[in-house]
């Protein structure tokens, strides 16, 4: 599937990358712009530490403590549930020290000496509820402070550029695939004309890269299926043409009054018309024009009509196939390309007899007689044969071919003891 869809598979995996790329991008800037943010605010828990230790030492009274608190918008929190609960439930975003020391603080400050160290004093900045607070401790004395100017951080700038940017990069994905859409109807389409439907069109309106391919492959069909009606409209012509003077020949021959001379031209009238016959096949095989109906038939049925087509002796043709198996073929043509295997393995062997028989859905023509003296490919090809004879124009094997690769057949050839094997062999059809 991923094969078949490449082009597609890359465009969506360049999609991916870029989009994991800027995304991870954008989260160290939120990281690193929330980080300053917290920094910048925290700067002003150094205020906050000499106000709060002021008021420690008794440099100033409780009213002037809040008075200096009010000037810088900080308000202390002395509901103590609400204090509790920010405490516990709000997220330390910055301090400037940890609870261990504040631990042993209280222990100090429970001697009855005063030290130095008791009045020192950590500052918390924590996060609840979408407000700052500042979370003063000192060995002596706690207190939470709200400060009311600052909000926390709200990355609103930097989600609408990522926003944006991620807009942008799925809008051009979408084009892309849009502007990919004729490749995938183009592939259909030559898989079509592949098949001989010489109806397909490949023109494209646009003058982008896709639509040029498109319409120079117009152009070429165009040639090729003039080639094509060429080449049939000549074959016709000919093979009617020729039909006319063999008839009046035999017509001739007939009134011959010499017997063997009559033998001979009625002869070759006969080889004429079986070669008309044939090339008639050859061009129905190959032009890709004619529409071939398969149904599913039983293979007995289908060996039997050939051997009645090769007009051979039931008896001379040896048969182990089981009823049950079905072929799913153009009737007509398939019991032509069994006669002609038929026949050329009746008319090789010494004996005139042949054998069928299957092995894993593979179809086995076999006869005794002398092994092949150069590759099946050789005989495949039209014209060719070893021993010319009056009854062959090396056209059998070439038409055998031919239908067994318009039914996804390929022929084959294997030596077994004293037997030549002519091998149906089904292959899968490639998947579009």
């Not at 230790?53 to 409780?62: A, C, N, P, V």
């Not at 035999?250 to 009559?262: A, H, P, S, Y």
Request: contains cysteine; hydrophobic residues 40%; charged residues 30%.
């Amino acid at each position: 599937m991923i094969k078949n869809n490449a082009v597609l598979a890359t465009v969506a995996f360049a999609l991916v990358v870029t989009v994991t790329s800027v995304s991870y991008t954008f989260y160290q800037l939120y990281e690193t712009n929330r980080a300053k943010h917290i920094d910048n605010i925290f700067t002003k828990h150094s205020l906050i530490s000499q106000i709060y230790h002021t008021y420690l030492i008794k440099q100033i009274s409780q009213p002037m403590f809040e008075a200096n608190l009010a000037l810088y918008d900080l308000e202390e929190i002395l509901d103590e549930e609400k204090y509790e609960q920010i405490i516990r439930d709000g997220k330390v975003l910055k301090s400037d020290g940890d609870s261990d020391e504040m631990i042993e603080m209280y222990s100090l400050a429970e001697t009855p000496f005063e030290t130095d160290i008791s009045q020192q004093v950590i500052t918390s900045m924590i996060e609840y509820r979408g407000n700052i607070y500042f979370w003063v401790e000192s060995a002596r004395h706690n207190v939470l402070l709200e400060d009311l100017s600052i909000e926390p951080y709200r990355p609103i700038n930097l989600l609408s550029a990522y926003g944006t940017l991620m807009g942008i990069l799925l809008i051009s994905f979408a084009l892309i695939i849009y502007r990919l859409r004729p490749l995938r109807q183009l592939r259909k389409q030559i898989a079509r004309f592949g098949e001989g439907d010489m109806g397909v069109r490949f023109r494209i309106d646009g003058s982008d890269e896709i639509a040029l391919i498109a319409n120079e492959l117009d152009t070429t069909q165009n040639k090729i299926r003039s080639l094509i009606e060429s080449r049939t409209l000549f074959l016709r012509n000919i093979m009617h043409e020729l039909k006319t003077p063999i008839a009046k020949g035999r017509i001739v021959t007939m009134m011959l009054g010499d017997e063997k001379q009559r033998g001979r031209f009625e002869g070759i009238f006969e080889r004429l018309e079986s070669l008309i016959g044939e090339f008639a096949l050859i061009e129905e095989i190959t032009s890709g024009n004619q529409y071939h109906e398969k149904k599913e038939y039983r293979l007995v049925d289908i060996i039997d009509g050939a051997i009645d087509m090769a007009m051979v002796e039931y008896e001379a043709v040896e048969r182990e196939i089981d009823s049950s198996v079905k072929v799913d073929v153009d009737y007509r043509l398939f019991v032509t390309a069994l006669k002609n295997l038929i026949d050329n393995a009746i008319k090789y062997s010494p004996e005139k007899k042949m054998k069928i028989w299957m092995e894993e859905g593979e179809i086995f023509f076999a006869n005794i007689g002398e092994p092949l003296k150069k590759p099946l490919g050789y005989y495949i090809e039209p014209f060719t044969k070893d021993n010319p004879t009056k009854d062959s124009f090396g056209l059998g094997l070439y038409i055998v071919d031919a239908i067994l690769k318009e039914h996804d057949y390929v022929l084959a050839y294997e030596r077994r003891e004293n037997m030549n094997c002519f091998i149906c062999v089904p292959v899968k059809p490639k998947r579009r």
